[in-house]
């Protein structure tokens, strides 16, 4: 193969190969400065090079060293100002070598690491600042145990010394060589010091959760307003329940939810698709940064490149109807039933309407009366998080289809719709006791309709959990379990049903996936999904009411 065909493997590496490397130097850097210089080099370099000089490359190699040792946190997270820190440093921490013992070796040693890091900038294209990388606890603490392997290797180097039976501040004073290894040493370690406290006092906090009273929401909305990859889902971010993290322009926005160690992001960032890769690199590292465990819920094929770049485990849960409207026809007798079902209803009386967004504040009474009669014959109470509850604040964002039976509303829907009008989904369905029998699929219909006179080109019915796993011998044993559970599972929920019901609207399928750091923490983040998104332990346990004998 040639070069040209290579370097894309080449610069998929080159961030943790010049993890590996920074690291390695550091290290190296951290055992020179805490051992003896060779005695017949040292000797030679008195001769020609001032005391002064000697003292300062040693005691700056040794920082350094630590610098390297963090900056490799860096380089593995694609920073563009850590890999221009590297550079920089690995340049002067060669030239350093020189004059603190003619260390011809550490030099070639430091000067292959930069060469070997140098050609691929391109690799690093995250713009972050250095002063917003979060060093994490266990990177600290493997810094702190490279420096403190240091000490003791210089303290047994010094020990087979005449001054051994020396106390350390005689030898400070007496000894130029054992002082400079402990003044580098104890340099370092004031450094990592003064870098873990800062770690402490400046770890941003955990994001607050934005309601409509915080004015970030007044950003939240005039983003999804603009956002040109925006999918229908998006507008769960007006749910009144999620965490925000803001690219530093302000037009891009990723959600997530927080239940206990787990941070869940719902689906990509939101806004400017330039801006994505530094928002999910920020979460996974804010997050890691509060020893969490972070997971990327509801993520499409599309996000699967960005997902092997943040070097995360991925998993199918299930997959996402969408039915283009340009070709979708009552027409033919695959919807023949449908066809019948929705004349019938609508002969029947039945009559559809569109309310803009607002619109249903008048009408908010007698919404709320036909949800909580739906809610009374449904296992579960209000949902969140991955879906809408039904709250008048959070129903007035929205469009709202009802549908009137004999002058009476009997259902309605929320519509989640899109700037770009790529795609439009419902949100919220609720019907009355006094609806016709079949206004599901008449409101169905009526709603492909209304999209494709309105300019939009899909139409999207949302999630079929699991739908869509593998049961094969060498598949992932979550897909295997997954599978199970579809097949075997209906007294939990009617898996099979929903796909049956979606596929009569002959829908695009398209996977739906989770992804996380590492794959045992899936079904850790997924229970959690679950649990935020029925409001608790009580949520799932709620039960339909039982009708009065």
Not at 10 to 17: D, G, K, M, R
Not at 152 to 161: D, K, R, V, Y
Request: aromatic residues 10%; glycine residues 8%; contains cysteine.
């Amino acid at each position: 193969m040639s070069a040209p065909e290579l370097r894309p493997a080449a610069l998929a590496i080159a961030p943790t190969l010049a993890a590996i490397l920074a690291a390695s130097a550091g290290v190296m850097l951290l055992a020179s400065g805490a051992t003896p210089s060779e005695p017949t080099r040292f000797a030679l370099l008195l001769a020609f090079a001032p005391d002064l000089l000697i003292e300062i490359s040693h005691f700056v190699s040794s920082i350094l060293g630590l610098v390297l040792l963090l900056l490799a946190f860096g380089l593995r997270s694609r920073l563009d100002g850590a890999w221009w820190a590297a550079v920089i440093s690995l340049a002067a921490a060669a030239l350093l070598a020189i004059f603190k013992g003619l260390n011809w070796e550490e030099t070639a040693l430091l000067s292959v690491c930069l060469l070997l890091i140098l050609p691929f900038h391109e690799a690093f294209h995250r713009k972050a600042a250095l002063f917003r990388m979060e060093i994490t606890p266990g990177w600290l603490l493997s810094a702190a145990a490279a420096l403190a392997g240091a000490g003791l290797l210089g303290w047994w180097s010094f020990a087979h010394t005449e001054f051994a039976d020396k106390s350390w501040m005689k030898v400070l004073a007496d000894h130029d060589e054992a002082a400079r290894a402990i003044r580098s040493s104890v340099a370092a370690a004031i450094v990592l010091l003064a870098i873990g406290v800062w770690r402490l006092v400046s770890t941003p906090a955990m994001p607050a959760v934005v309601d409509d009273t915080d004015p970030d929401f007044a950003r939240v909305r005039a983003i999804l307003v603009t956002a040109e990859d925006a999918e229908p889902g998006s507008n769960l971010a007006l749910l009144g329940d999620k965490r925000f993290l803001f690219s530093a322009s302000g037009e891009t926005f990723l959600m997530f939810g927080v239940r206990g160690r787990s941070w869940i992001a719902l689906g990509p960032p939101v806004g400017r698709r330039d801006e994505r890769m530094e928002l999910f690199w920020r979460f996974r590292e804010l997050a890691d940064a509060h020893a969490a465990r972070a997971g990327f819920y509801g993520l499409g094929p599309e996000d699967l490149p960005d997902s092997v770049d943040l070097g995360l485990a991925i998993q199918k849960t299930g997959e996402s109807a969408a039915v283009p409207l340009e070709a979708f026809s009552m027409a033919g007798r695959r919807r023949e039933v449908l066809r019948r079902n929705w004349r019938k209803a609508g002969e029947g009386g039945a009559a559809f309407e569109v309310l803009p967004v607002g619109g249903a504040l008048a009408l908010m009474d007698e919404f709320k009366t036909i949800s909580d009669s739906w809610l009374s014959h449904h296992a579960g109470g209000e949902k969140s998080f991955s879906m809408g509850g039904f709250d008048p604040r959070y129903v007035a964002e929205f469009p709202v289809a009802l549908v009137r039976f004999e002058g009476q509303i009997v259902a309605f829907a929320t519509l989640w719709t899109t700037a770009h009008k790529a795609a439009f989904s419902m949100d919220l369905m609720r019907y009355s006791d006094d609806a016709p029998k079949n206004v599901m699929d008449y409101l169905f219909v009526e709603l492909l309709q209304w999209g494709k006179d309105e300019g939009y080109q899909a139409f999207e019915f949302g999630m079929a959990p699991l739908a869509g796993l593998e049961d094969r011998p060498l598949a992932p044993i979550m897909s295997r379990v997954g599978r199970l559970l579809y097949e075997r599972g209906e007294e939990i929920y009617n898996f099979q049903g929903v796909r049956r019901y979606k596929d009569k609207y002959d829908p695009v399928w398209q996977p739906r996936y989770i992804a996380a750091p590492h794959k045992w923490s899936i079904p850790f983040l997924l229970a959690d999904i679950g649990l935020l998104s029925s409001g608790g332990v009580s949520g799932l346990a709620k039960r339909p009411k039982r009708a009065a004998t």
